[in-house]
């Protein structure tokens, strides 16, 4: 690491300011440098184990005037802002459009959109396509058709906004079937 960069550091970790084993972090996807201790490191690359209550020094380096350090910072907190207070820190925290930009480069902070997941009343998952057999007599609503117990329905599509429901021709019809009455078929 160069005298330079622990000169800026003031000889200590930019995030939470300890002065033991410090070392050089690269903040991706640029090659500018910040200095960290060992524990931000390990917590930076391994988010598995994340320390909550190690992060609060965020509080203080959100604020410095080191783009680098703001970014790691900003990165941070946004993986930790399910805890509650971390969002607080976010919404007050500042950054200029570029920084933010740099920021969000890795896909920090997006929101993982978890689609709905379609299961038959096994719990296995249907997937677009898939071919399902029914385990119950059903009444189609709008219509004096049953579909009987054991009808096979191939190549059902997903309803997007509902997991419970699937569509699927029956005797020529297209209708909506209710997933916990049918059973994928393998």
Not at 32 to 45: G, R
Request: hydrophobic letters at 35%; glycine letters at 6%.
């Amino acid at each position: 690491m160069n005298q330079e960069l622990l000169n800026r550091a003031e000889n200590k970790c930019e995030l939470c300011g300890n002065t033991l084993d410090l070392q050089a972090y690269t903040v991706a996807p640029s090659d500018e440098e910040i200095v960290v201790c060992p524990t931000c490191m390990a917590q930076i690359e391994e988010n598995e184990d994340m320390d909550t209550n190690h992060w609060r020094c965020l509080n203080d380096s959100m604020w410095s005037p080191v783009s680098a350090v703001q970014v790691m910072a900003w990165r941070m907190l946004s993986r930790l802002k399910a805890e509650g207070w971390p969002q607080d820190l976010l919404d007050m925290m500042y950054m200029d459009d570029d920084t933010l930009e740099w920021a969000k480069a890795t896909g920090e902070g997006e929101e993982k959109v978890e689609t709905p997941k379609h299961r038959d009343s096994n719990g296995v998952e249907i997937l677009p396509g898939d071919s399902v057999v029914l385990i119950k007599d059903l009444n189609v609503k709008g219509s004096s058709m049953v579909a009987k117990r054991g009808t096979a329905v191939r190549n059902v599509s997903l309803v997007f906004d509902n997991p419970e429901q699937i569509e699927g021709r029956v005797n020529g019809q297209m209708i909506v079937i209710l997933t916990q009455y049918v059973k994928k078929n393998n």
